[in-house]
Structure formats: structure tokens, C-alpha cells
């Protein structure tokens, strides 16, 4: 896919889709989306970005190792599980706050948005990890054993 | 509080371990052993005096299993976790001095850590399933512990194979706890062992003993499953002297002597545990003294005092368990100490075979110093605790009820022979001429000496004083194995009596072996040895199992998954439909041949049903990989069309996104794919047509009838009513995936999370393989 036109379009359109990848994580509660969509839409940005300019580029570009953000996205699902066993209920019993939030008024805060946080950074993490794996073993193999 | 916030600081010391022993060297060793020293202090301080009043922690777990985070302190509690954190203190500092500026230092200790809270966790654990829990996490750790040199061949595989022993046993230990939690109507420790009438008296009570004593007995390596316990010597030998010696080995006989109370009046209590006891004591005692190498001779006595302390528990005399205490302190105190002189030796001299170490008087004057001590103690002179223990045995063994005759006979070889080896480790490096050594010997630093050197000392003023300390001690310890409270001393000197009189005949007899143990040893090389076969030794038997077994796993995948997928598919698609019919034939199921009539001719469902149908074939029909994998997915946007018709937006969309990084995928490896133009032949293809022709329809007709059958009110009604009112969410879908099935949920990041790292791994060791293969080309 070396084509001028979409190595040009992919700063543009992956940053947007970025950000529409977090309101879906964000309605998902109240609306179709949720943490997997999100994460999914997010893994497809940045494998569009991949397959446009490069896997090198697209690592540069996600800044962060995709193990460490699946790592991160599971132990954050995992705390987000242990939270109500600190306040003395079984493991991922749902807490919730309202809390005050300026500008938004009262929004019910919980471990479950927490939780679909950690599900979202987990399934961006596994597929750009996947991903990325299987393409630097395509490039070594179109490049290497000669 | 106290007791689980031990528990999770050190397994937040583990997780820390290999940062600080990157960042400190060898300094993070003496940092560590503060921990165990605080838990021992603690101990003593707090712990100690009050050993009347149990301690308590209590906290829900999973409520609806009637698991909790229950933790429990008693007197026996009290004597492990004493002996395994004073140990843990000098271990870890030993293990600084031993292993030096190893890289790895840090991992060592990560996994020594993980051991040593799971050991505490488990002496202290008042949940049947919080106890197997920290019994199985023992195991892991120690897998890796004698694993440590993972380079070395011998030790993957000794630790393997102490790993698939215990581990086989601790699935046997978690049916029996299971069984015995059902039996009880509780898992909670404390309860179940006031109720041992009711135990006796059900029917599973036999299955339940018989399993958890295969747990307790492939841990504490009692007869035959003895051998995994010399194999793991391969381990550093702060290891072994830690976990092989002094604490892990013990669990098996914690756990015995934790349910004592409720399982000892069981029928075959007695010459189960009696009986694997005096045999694995004896056995391990007969085999010990001959051997060249120290951590062998060791290894032996340790099978040997094992099977002692077994045989203690299983006997049933009052006597007994006092012996029982006497001898695990004893035990865990010299054998410590000789342990680390082994470990001394090895690393000061380069050698561990007995033959080539002489006369280390000077060289090492504080380790020889040491080794005496420990030795004397462990062949039971007074006046040091040793002798106590050895005494408080003898006695026990003279009430013995069952085969009384047997097992004074059984005691009296097994403590002559374990002089022998106390002297073969102790004193024999020691005396004579020096002779050089691979390495110049010379004395190591106080890291080195520290623990062997208190250990040795410690039962001195141990014995002296006893009749002075022990009292509340034994008397909680003794308590809480019987069950009942009771009060008692223990004494240095009990005046002139038989028990006496059999110590000092078997100290006799020890001298006497000692004397001619030369002429023993080329005796047995000539004749037991020589006779006995290399192939009916424990450790060959299991190798030769396991080798048969990796056989068979391997012809079962040959014949079941071969190199290509569509084999594979082939299979499971055959399995399926003749698994299916012959199901379905037997419980002669009516066939839903009558469709259930519609109001509206469904005239978007059919139009998307046609699109998927010309993309189908279209695929069939595709000349390259690429095309077929496109029309594939269309076949996955039609679905999607589907959901999104019924409502089913979360689906529909996430079926989009999944679809299109699935071609993505697929474009990245097609070409890794045979060659498509390579076709098989037309009858080949033809069968595959009518196989998958024959699945899809069969599958049609499966979801047809289970649509048609509703054996309980959908769940979904639930789900949806209380979306808002319990999980604040409009979204169903959402709220279930989060809320209501979260577990579910993070059991499936987490099977993401192991996929992608497989993927990670199998994809950057191809990598570095040709890497290395190209420097090593142009090298």
C-alpha cells in the first residue's frame, strides 16, 4: 500500500478516529459502543497507520510498547475487579459515586467505567501487539534469509 | 491484620526483588532478610506470650463458595512460621554471600520471597482452598527455585520432575480438601476440626483420607515418591538448605499434623501414615550414609527425618506429639546449619564429594566449629536440644501400640545411621591431613558463616534451658495438633530410664558403623549396589513414565493435528457430524421439519442471505488468496447486517471492526500460505464440498431445534430490567460485558493477553533464531 495519497491522509484521519475510539468507550454505557468497540476502532486506526507508513513509523507514533498497554489494560481491569473488596464486597461488585464534575454536572462515576477502560487498552494493546509481530516477521522474511 | 498484611508485603517484597537487586548487587540480600527477621521478631515479641489466644483475621472471598480470606494463629501455626522465618532470615542473607554478584541475584530472590510468604500463608491459612492455594504457589516457586541454573539440563529436569510429583499431588490434596469441606459442611479449618465424628462416620471419609494423604505424601517426599527430593539438590544450596531441608518438605507433615485432629481416628490412620513413615525413615536412613557427595548424604537424612516426623503423627500415642515438636524444631535448626557448611564447602573448596575434603580444620575454623555443633546436635548428645528430640522419639516409640516391636527396631537403625551421617558432614571435612582441594579453601565472609554458625549454637542454650521456655510453647503446639488444650514440660533430664538407656545404645551403635563405615560403603558398592538395577531406582521408573507419556502425546498429535489446517479442519468437521447423529439417533430428537410460519415475508434477510450466498461463491471460485479473503469478508459485513436488523448494534458494529482487521490480518500472511494454485485433486475436493455442505446444514438444522426449545426464562429479561436501576447503564450489552458477566470479561482480555504474547514470543525467537544464524554466516 504505497500510495502517496494515503501515507498523506493517515495524520489526518488516524488522530480523529483516535478520538472517536474514546467516545465510543465513553457512551458505551448508554449507548452502542464500549471499551472492546473502542479499543477495537483504536486498533484499526493504528494498524491503518501500519500498513500506510510503516511498522516502525506506527511504533514511533503510538509512543507506547503495545505489551505495556496490554499489560496495563489487564492490571487496570484487575484493580478495577479488587477495588469493592476493599470496601468489604466480593470481587467486581460494581461501586458508584455520583460525583460533582464542573461544566458536566453530576455524573455517576463506578469501577465498571474503570473496568471498561483496562477491556479497551487491553484489545488495542493484543491486536497492534499481534499485529505489529506478524509484520516485522513478514518484513524480515521478504528481506532477510537472502 | 497482622497475618495477611505479612502475606502481601512480602509478595510486594517479590514483586520489588529483581529491581532492587539490579539496582543494590549483593547489598539487596542483608535488605531482604530485614523481612523475616521482623516477621520472627514479631513472632517472638508479640506472638509468643499469648499463645492461649489465638489470632484471627477474617474477610470475604467469594461468599456464595463459603470462601473467605480466613487466617488463623495458633500454637502450631506458631511453631512453623517460628523456624520458617528465623531460617528465611539466615537463608537470605547466606544466599547474598553464596551467590555473590550473580546477575540474577534479584530473580532468586523474587521466587525466594513468593516461597516464603506462600509458606507463612500457608501455615497460617484457616480456608481449605486459601491453604491449597498457598501449597500449590510452594510448589510453583520451588519449580523455579531448582530450575535457577536453568542452563543446566539436569536441573530443568529435576525441577520438572519435583514440579509433575508434587504437583500430580496437589491435585489429589485439592479433591481430598474438596471432599473433606464437603463432608464438613465448611471449609473453614478451624471448625471442620471439631467435627471429626461426623467425618468418620460418612462414607467418602476413606477417598477423602486417601487423597490428601497423597498430597501430604508427594510433598514431604515419603516412600516412593521420595526421589524428586535428592534430584532437587541440583538447586543452589541456599535453596535446598531453605526449602529442600528446612520448610517446604514440611508442609506435607504441616498439613498431617493440621488435620490431626480430625482425621487421626480414622481406621487406616495408623498404618497409612505409620506405615510410610518407619519405611520412608528407615530407607532414607540406609541410603544416607554412604554416599560420597555432602548435599546427597543430606538429602537422604532429610527423607529420613521426614519419614520420622510422619511416622510420629501416624503412631497414636500421646507421647508421640511431643516428639513430633521436639524433633521438627531439632531437625529444622542442625539440618539449616549442615546444610549451609555444605554449601560453605562447595563454594569455598569447588568440591562437595566427601572423598576429597580433609582436613579444613584451619582453613576453616568457624564453618568446622559450626558443623560440629550442628552435627552433635543431630546425633542427639546432651546436653543439646537434639538430644531432647532424639529422646522424646525413643519414647514414643517404646509406647507404640502398632508393631510396637517394628518401630523401636526402625528407630533404633535409623538414628545409628544418621550418627553416621552426622559425622560423615560434620567431622570427617574436617580432621586429618589437609589435602588440596580445586579450590585454595579459605574462609568465607560473615554473610557466609553467619547462619550456619547460630543454627549450631542455637540448640545449646536451647537444651539447657528448655525446662524453662517450653513450657506454654510446647504445650500450644502439642494442643493444637491433638485438638485439646493441655498443659506440659519439657526436660533436659528425666533421670535414669529405658528411653535414656536406648539413646546411648543407639549412639553406641552409630560410633560402631562410624568406625567401620568405610568398609560398609565397599561392601554396598560390591553388592547392593552392584546387584540392584539402575532402572528400579524412584527417579528412573518416573523418567521412564514421563518419556512414555511425552510418547504417546506425541502420536496422538500425529495422528490428530497435522501440518495443515485443512486436515485439521477436516477432522474436527467429521468428529462433529458423526458425534452429532449418533447423539441425536440415541435420544431420537424430533426434527424441526415443520418452519415456523412468518407474517412478513422477510425480504431484508433474504436479500442479505443472497449476498452471502454469491459471496460464498465467489470465494469458492477465487483464483488468488486475496480475492477469497475479501469475499470472505463480505460474508462478515452481511452478517453484521443481520445483527443490525434485529437490533443488535454492539454486534453489528463490532462484527464490522473484527472483520475488517481480520482481512487486514490475513493480507499480512496470506503469502506465508501454500500455494493457492496448487489444487488437490477432484475427488479430494469433491468429499471437502460435500463435508462442509454437510456441516453447514447439519449446524443449520441444530440451531433450528434449539431455537425451539426453552428449557428455563432467558436470562436476557433479567439483564434488562435491572441494566439501569442496578448497573446505571442504559446500554444491555454493555452493562453485562462490565457489570454483570465482568469476570467473564476479564477472563477473555486475559486469554487475549496470552494469545498476543504467544504470538509475541514464537514470532521474535524465529527472529532472533536466523538473526543469529546470519551473524554466525558471516562470522
Redo the contacts between chains.
Sequence with gaps: MNSYLIRMTVPWLCPFLLVMSIWILLRGHNAPGGGFIGGLVAAAAIAFWCFARGVEDAKRWMRVSPLHLMIAGVSTALISGLMPMFAGKPMLTALWHKVEVPLLGKLPLGTPILFDIGVFFAVVGVTTSILFSLEEFELWNRSGPS | MALPLIVVVGLLLSCLAPTLGRLLGQKVAPLLALFPAAVCLWLCATVLPNLDTPLLFE??????LNMSYAFHLDGLSALFMLFISAIGTFIFMYAGGYLGNHPQLGRLFAFLLLFFSAMLGLVIADDLILLFIFWELTSISSFFLIGFKHESEEARRSALQALLVTGAGGLALLAGLILLGDIGGTYRVSELLLRGDTFIRHPLSDAALLLILAGAFTKSAQFPFHFWLPGAMVAPTPISAFLHSATMVKAGIFLLARLHPLLSDHLWWTPLVAGAGAITMTYGALRSPWERDLKTILAYATVSVLGMLTMLLGLGVDKAIPAFVAVILAHAFYKASLFMVAGILDHQCGTRNIDELRGLRSALPITSVAAGLAAVSMMGIPPLFGFIAKEKLIEAALKAEWYGMLMIAAVFVSAACLTVSAWQVGFRPFRGTPKPTPKQAKEGGPLLWAGPLFFAILPVPLGLLVSFWSGPFFSAAVGAIQGQNLEMTVKLWYGFNLALLMSFLILGAGVGLTLKRDKITAYLKRTVYAKWPAAFHGAAVFQFGLKQAFALANAQTRILFQDALRHNLTFIMVVFLGLGFTILKITNVAWPFNPVPLDNPPLFELMIGLVIVAAIAAAIRAQSMVVAAACLGVVGFAVSCFFMIHGA??LA??QL??E??TV??FV??VH?FPDFNTKESELRRRFDALLAAASGAFMTLLIWKADLIQLQDPISGYFAENSMT??????V???I???FR??D??GE??V??I???G??S???Q??KK?KKA?EGGAA
Design positions: 474477610a470475604p472471598w467469594i461468599p456464595s448494534i454492539d458494529i463490532t471492526v473484527i475488517t482487521l487486514l490480518l499480512l500472511v506465508r442496578k448497573g446505571y447503564g442504559q446500554n450489552v454493555n452493562v460485558l462490565v457489570d465482568a469476570l470479561t476479564l482480555i486475559v487475549l493477553l494469545a498476543a504474547l504470538v509475541y514464537l514470532t521474535r524465529k527472529l536466523a546470519t
